[in-house]
C-alpha cells in the first residue's frame, strides 16, 4: 500500500511496482459495490493528494487533486461563490473514483459528474505523467473521464463550474401510475426529476429540483432532522432489522414507509438540495436504460416484484441522463433513464437483482460500473458503440495489463 504526497511520487510508486512485477490499483473512498479497485499487488490510496490546485474564473473552471472527496470540494467551491452544475445524491466519494465509475445523479439537460469534466491528469503504465483535454489527446480525453482505472491512475482533475446558485427542491408523495404516465412530462418540466418507488406498493416519493431566484429558504433543523434523519435513515434502519428477522412484515412496512414523508418545499445553495445523508447499509444495482423504455422497464419491474414471493424492504430509485459522448458512459450516445434496486445489507438479494437484471438486459440496459452485475466484455460490446475504442487505447497505454485486476478482465476482456 502506498499514499503519495506529490503526483511525483505516484509516479514513482508505479514504476517501482512495475519493477517489482506488481499491478497496481487507486482506491477511492471504496464505495463502489463491485471489485473494481481490488488488487493483489501495490494498492494506491489518494488521501494526501487532495486540496484545490487553482480557479479559472475566466475559463470557469477549477482544478482538484483526485483524492478530494466531493463533501469538501462542494464545500470549497460554496464558499469561492462557484458550485458543479449537478451532482449525484451523496457525496462521500473522492472526485476521481465517483468520475472514473460514472457516478451520476439526474438531469434533464445536465449530465453525470464525468461529463462535466474539461481536463485529466494520470499517471500510466510506464509512469509517465499525461494530462488530455478534448484538444490535448483528446483520444484519452473521451474514454479517461469514466476509465475504471484501466488507463491510469487519474491524480487532478479539471471541472467546468458556475457562479452559485439557488435551487427548490419540491418533494412530494405520488402514486406510481400517475408518476409512469406523466413521466414524459414530468421530464420535460424540471431541471432535475426522481422519484422512489415502495415496492409492494403503488407508492412513490417524486423530487423536482429547478432553479430559483430566491430568496433562500433552507430546510428548518427540525423538518431536516424528523425527515433526512429520523425518517429516512433511522426509521429505515428498524424496518430492515424487522424485515430481515420476520420477512412477512416487509409489505406492511413498505406501506407505512411509503406513507411517513410527506410533502415539502425549500430553497438551498445546489449540493445542500443534490445530496443528503444515507447511513442505511445496502447492496445496490443499477442499470442505465434508454429513457424512452423506462415507464416499461419499471412497469415490469413491478408486475415481477407483484407476482413473486419477493420480499424487498428498500425503494427503486429512478433518474435521468442526457446523451453524453463519454466511451463508457453509461450515457454514452443515448438518453437514458436509471432504474437502481436495493436490499439490505444481510438480506438475500440475489434473486431479487437476477431477475431485475433480466429486464434490464430486455431493454438494452448498461449496468453501473461501481454497482452489482453479472456482465461481461461480450455482452458490453454490443452496447457501447465506443467499446473498442476504449479497449484499443487501453491495449495502447497499458499493455502489460500493470492496472489490470479481475473485475476488469470481466468487463472489458483480457
Same mark, same amino acid.
Given at each position: 500500500?502506498?499514499?503519495?504526497?506529490?503526483?511525483?511520487?505516484?509516479?514513482?510508486?508505479?514504476?517501482?511496482?512495475?519493477?517489482?512485477?506488481?499491478?497496481?490499483?487507486?482506491?477511492?473512498?471504496?464505495?463502489?459495490?463491485?471489485?473494481?479497485?481490488?488488487?493483489?499487488?501495490?494498492?494506491?490510496?489518494?488521501?494526501?493528494?487532495?486540496?484545490?490546485?487553482?480557479?479559472?474564473?475566466?475559463?470557469?473552471?477549477?482544478?482538484?487533486?483526485?483524492?478530494?472527496?466531493?463533501?469538501?470540494?462542494?464545500?470549497?467551491?460554496?464558499?469561492?461563490?462557484?458550485?458543479?452544475?449537478?451532482?449525484?445524491?451523496?457525496?462521500?466519494?473522492?472526485?476521481?473514483?465517483?468520475?472514473?465509475?460514472?457516478?451520476?445523479?439526474?438531469?434533464?439537460?445536465?449530465?453525470?459528474?464525468?461529463?462535466?469534466?474539461?481536463?485529466?491528469?494520470?499517471?500510466?503504465?510506464?509512469?509517465?505523467?499525461?494530462?488530455?483535454?478534448?484538444?490535448?489527446?483528446? *483520444?484519452?480525453?473521451?474514454?479517461?473521464?469514466?476509465?475504471?482505472?484501466?488507463?491510469?491512475?487519474?491524480?487532478?482533475?479539471?471541472?467546468?463550474?458556475?457562479?452559485?446558485?439557488?435551487?427548490?427542491?419540491?418533494?412530494?408523495?405520488?402514486?406510481?401510475?400517475?408518476?409512469?404516465?406523466?413521466? *414524459?412530462?414530468?421530464?420535460?418540466?424540471?431541471?432535475?426529476?426522481?422519484?422512489?418507488?415502495?415496492?409492494?406498493?403503488?407508492?412513490?416519493?417524486?423530487?423536482?429540483?429547478?432553479?430559483? /431566484?430566491?430568496?433562500?429558504?433552507?430546510?428548518?433543523?427540525?423538518?431536516?432532522?424528523?425527515?433526512?434523519?429520523?425518517?429516512?435513515?433511522?426509521?429505515?434502519?428498524? /424496518?430492515?432489522?424487522?424485515?430481515?428477522?420476520?420477512?412477512?412484515?416487509?409489505?406492511?412496512?413498505?406501506?407505512?414507509?411509503?406513507?411517513?414523508?410527506?410533502?415539502?418545499?425549500?430553497?438551498?445553495?445546489?449540493?445542500?438540495?443534490?445530496?443528503?445523508?444515507?447511513?442505511?447499509?445496502?447492496?445496490?444495482?443499477?442499470?442505465?436504460?434508454?429513457? /424512452?423504455?423506462?415507464?416499461?422497464?419499471?412497469?415490469?419491474?413491478?408486475?415481477?416484484?407483484?407476482?413473486?414471493?419477493?420480499?424487498?424492504?428498500?425503494?427503486?430509485?429512478?433518474?435521468?441522463?442526457?446523451?453524453?459522448?463519454?466511451?463508457?458512459?453509461?450515457?454514452?450516445?443515448? *438518453?437514458?433513464?436509471?432504474?437502481?434496486?436495493?436490499?439490505?445489507?444481510?438480506?438475500?438479494? !440475489?434473486?431479487?437483482?437476477?431477475?431485475?437484471?433480466?429486464?434490464?438486459?430486455?431493454?438494452?440496459?448498461?449496468?453501473?460500473?461501481?454497482?452489482?452485475?453479472?456482465?461481461?466484455?461480450?455482452?458490453?460490446?454490443?452496447?457501447?458503440?465506443?467499446?473498442?475504442?476504449?479497449?484499443?487505447?487501453?491495449? !495502447?497505454? *497499458?499493455?502489460?495489463?500493470?492496472?489490470?485486476?479481475?473485475?476488469?478482465?470481466?468487463?472489458?476482456?483480457?
Amino acid at each position: 500500500m502506498a499514499a503519495p504526497a506529490s503526483v511525483d511520487e505516484l509516479a514513482a510508486a508505479v514504476r517501482a511496482a512495475a519493477e517489482d512485477g506488481l499491478r497496481v490499483k487507486a482506491v477511492g473512498s471504496g464505495h463502489s459495490f463491485t471489485a473494481a479497485a481490488a488488487t493483489d499487488g501495490l494498492l494506491i490510496r489518494p488521501d494526501l493528494l487532495t486540496g484545490i490546485r487553482r480557479i479559472d474564473r475566466a475559463a470557469g473552471t477549477v482544478t482538484v487533486e483526485a483524492g478530494t472527496p466531493l463533501k469538501r470540494l462542494n464545500a470549497a467551491l460554496a464558499r469561492e461563490g462557484l458550485s458543479l452544475t449537478n451532482m449525484g445524491d451523496i457525496m462521500e466519494q473522492t472526485v476521481s473514483g465517483a468520475t472514473s465509475t460514472g457516478t451520476h445523479g439526474t438531469g434533464r439537460d445536465s449530465g453525470s459528474i464525468a461529463a462535466q469534466i474539461t481536463g485529466l491528469e494520470l499517471v500510466t503504465a510506464d509512469g509517465s505523467v499525461l494530462t488530455c483535454s478534448a484538444t490535448e489527446c483528446p *483520444d484519452v480525453f473521451a474514454a479517461a473521464r469514466i476509465g475504471l482505472g484501466a488507463l491510469g491512475v487519474v491524480t487532478a482533475i479539471t471541472f467546468a463550474v458556475e457562479p452559485l446558485f439557488l435551487l427548490t427542491a419540491r418533494e412530494e408523495p405520488m402514486r406510481l401510475d400517475r408518476v409512469l404516465a406523466d413521466f *414524459d412530462a414530468l421530464h420535460a418540466e424540471n431541471e432535475h426529476f426522481e422519484f422512489y418507488w415502495f415496492p409492494h406498493t403503488g407508492n412513490c416519493n417524486t423530487k423536482r429540483n429547478n432553479r430559483s /431566484a430566491g430568496p433562500a429558504r433552507p430546510v428548518g433543523r427540525l423538518r431536516g432532522f424528523l425527515d433526512d434523519e429520523f425518517l429516512s435513515n433511522g426509521a429505515l434502519q428498524v /424496518a430492515g432489522a424487522v424485515g430481515r428477522a420476520v420477512p412477512a412484515t416487509v409489505p406492511g412496512i413498505a406501506r407505512i414507509c411509503s406513507r411517513a414523508l410527506s410533502a415539502r418545499t425549500y430553497t438551498d445553495i445546489p449540493y445542500k438540495v443534490f445530496t443528503s445523508p444515507r447511513r442505511v447499509r445496502f447492496v445496490e444495482m443499477e442499470y442505465a436504460v434508454p429513457r /424512452a423504455a423506462l415507464v416499461d422497464t419499471v412497469r415490469e419491474l413491478k408486475r415481477m416484484v407483484d407476482r413473486s414471493p419477493l420480499r424487498v424492504g428498500l425503494p427503486v430509485e429512478v433518474r435521468t441522463a442526457p446523451a453524453d459522448d463519454i466511451a463508457l458512459s453509461t450515457a454514452s450516445g443515448r *438518453d437514458s433513464a436509471y432504474v437502481a434496486v436495493h436490499m439490505f445489507t444481510g438480506t438475500p438479494y !440475489r434473486a431479487y437483482f437476477t431477475a431485475a437484471e433480466r429486464i434490464f438486459i430486455a431493454h438494452g440496459g448498461r449496468p453501473h460500473w461501481g454497482k452489482l452485475h453479472t456482465r461481461t466484455a461480450e455482452d458490453l460490446a454490443a452496447l457501447y458503440p465506443r467499446f473498442g475504442e476504449f479497449t484499443a487505447l487501453r491495449d !495502447r497505454l *497499458d499493455p502489460e495489463r500493470r492496472f489490470g485486476n479481475p473485475y476488469l478482465r470481466r468487463v472489458l476482456g483480457a
